[in-house]
């Protein structure tokens, strides 16, 4: 540009300097701009050098005439223009950009030998966290850290939290978290940041399924007396996971607990009547023939009829032809909540 007005300056004495525009300072004059403007600028997302210098630099100048700002404003529209691609910048930019995208154990191995840490907020990772690695973060800091924890997630989380950890403790937090009101926002940002850096320390899990629910994945597609000689088997080892892997279970006989009575007809819909009468009649168990009349009762009376017709008619029925459609019915309803268009009842909301 061959000519550019000068800037009015603060000078000695409280008088006017002129001097020519810095880069810095057209920088300064295009924020102050889109300020003017209206325009949401992300300057939080710069680095804090640059946040202070460009606050320094606003508060220091007063004014400038309408042909710098027209001159400032036309180069900076030159410049973008100019622009054909742009890039993250460092290595920080381009692992978030490169989120999802790569492998995260790369991921995780590229920040360590860089020395970055994830960017963002680290309350909106913590927050975003389930609920029980969040009980375990809460269990493993002090008191005071706890407090601070649960006042900055969301509430619905926090009570979850609390409502899972002993009495003692529990109560120790409550009263904590009326204390944190002289707590700086600095000190909250650098616990958030302590916490970020134990998540990201954590190597990454190679498998997304609690244990429980791998195992009951497993048993679903195993037939009856392979499922109950390896659970029995699994209660003297460990009582409680077994308890847990059942509970992971879906099997006919668990269908009136964990299906909604209204999703009935949707099932009698994708199931072929054949399979349908196959699997009740061979429902010889307390909890099958319980299943049995669950889905003869709550679908249209004129189908339970001639299903009930059809399964009388069927006789004794072999034990692999029973478990076949009854594994028909179990993938049927499988289908329908892979795609949303219903959902299973939690068994220990029914429990309760």
């Given at each position: ?217 497993i048993l679903n597609y195993s037939n009856s007396a392979v499922r109950d000689e390896l659970l029995q088997g699994l209660e003297e080892e460990d009582a409680e996971f077994a308890e847990a892997v059942r509970r992971s279970i879906f099997t006919f006989a668990n269908i009136p607990e964990r299906l909604n009575a209204i999703d009935v007809p949707k ?22 023939r319980r299943t049995a009349d669950f889905l003869l009762s709550n679908m249209s009376k004129r189908m339970a009829e001639n299903i009930r017709e059809e399964a009388d008619n069927k006789g004794t029925v072999k034990p692999k032809v029973g478990e076949k459609a009854m594994s028909a019915v179990i993938n049927a309803i499988r289908d329908l909540v ?15």
């Amino acid at each position: 540009m061959s000519h550019m007005p000068a800037l009015a300056l603060p000078g000695p004495g409280g008088g006017r300097r002129k001097g020519p525009l810095s880069r810095r300072a057209k920088a300064a004059i295009i924020v102050q701009f889109l300020l003017n403007e209206g325009a949401d600028v992300p300057l939080a997302s710069l680095p804090e050098e640059h946040q202070t210098e460009l606050t320094i630099l606003l508060g220091n100048m007063r004014y400038i005439d309408r042909e710098t700002l027209n001159a400032v404003v036309l180069e900076f529209s030159e410049e973008l223009e100019k622009v054909g691609l742009s890039f993250p910048g460092d290595m920080a930019g381009a692992l978030s950009a490169l989120d999802g995208k790569i492998n995260p154990r790369t991921a995780l191995r590229l920040r360590k030998e860089a020395g970055v840490r994830q960017t963002g907020d680290p309350w909106d990772r913590i927050n975003a966290l389930p609920v029980e690695r969040i009980e375990d973060l809460v269990k493993s800091e002090s008191i005071e850290i706890a407090a601070v924890m649960l006042s900055k997630i969301d509430v619905a989380k926090a009570a979850q939290v609390l409502a899972s950890l002993p009495g003692d403790k529990a109560r120790r937090i409550s009263y904590a978290v009326s204390m944190t009101t002289g707590v700086t926002p600095d000190a909250v940002d650098r616990i958030g940041l302590s916490l970020a850096a134990q998540i990201d320390a954590e190597p990454p899990r190679a498998f997304t399924a609690k244990p429980n629910e791998r195992l009951g994945a497993i048993l679903n597609y195993s037939n009856s007396a392979v499922r109950d000689e390896l659970l029995q088997g699994l209660e003297e080892e460990d009582a409680e996971f077994a308890e847990a892997v059942r509970r992971s279970i879906f099997t006919f006989a668990n269908i009136p607990e964990r299906l909604n009575a209204i999703d009935v007809p949707k099932i009698t819909r994708d199931v072929d009547p054949d399979l349908l009468a196959t699997a009740i009649a061979a429902a010889d168990t307390e909890e099958e023939r319980r299943t049995a009349d669950f889905l003869l009762s709550n679908m249209s009376k004129r189908m339970a009829e001639n299903i009930r017709e059809e399964a009388d008619n069927k006789g004794t029925v072999k034990p692999k032809v029973g478990e076949k459609a009854m594994s028909a019915v179990i993938n049927a309803i499988r289908d329908l909540v892979n795609v949303g268009e219903i959902e299973l009842l939690n068994p220990d909301d029914v429990d309760d």
